[in-house]
């Protein structure tokens, strides 16, 4: 692989996908009426992913302490 990849890296989930403005003006005022979340995160994994994106196969899984 490209040995600088992780400088180009920026973890983040994929939460939806928006057809176009108005439909991201919508789901922001949806998100702003919810207020602040919290969750915990144990465990996180390693997939290829396919050509939209999406995961197609989990290479490996890791626990989290």
Known sequence: GY???FKLYHPH???GRLINQ???ER???RLGSI???STQIKKIGISE???NGTCTNII???NLQ
């Open 60 to 62: 490996h899984k890791f």
């Open 3 to 5: 040995p600088n990849v």
């Open 22 to 24: 108005e439909a991201a």
């Open 13 to 15: 989930l994929t939460l």
């Open 35 to 37: 207020g602040s979340m």
């Open 49 to 51: 992913m396919g050509s």
């Open 27 to 29: 789901s922001m005022k």
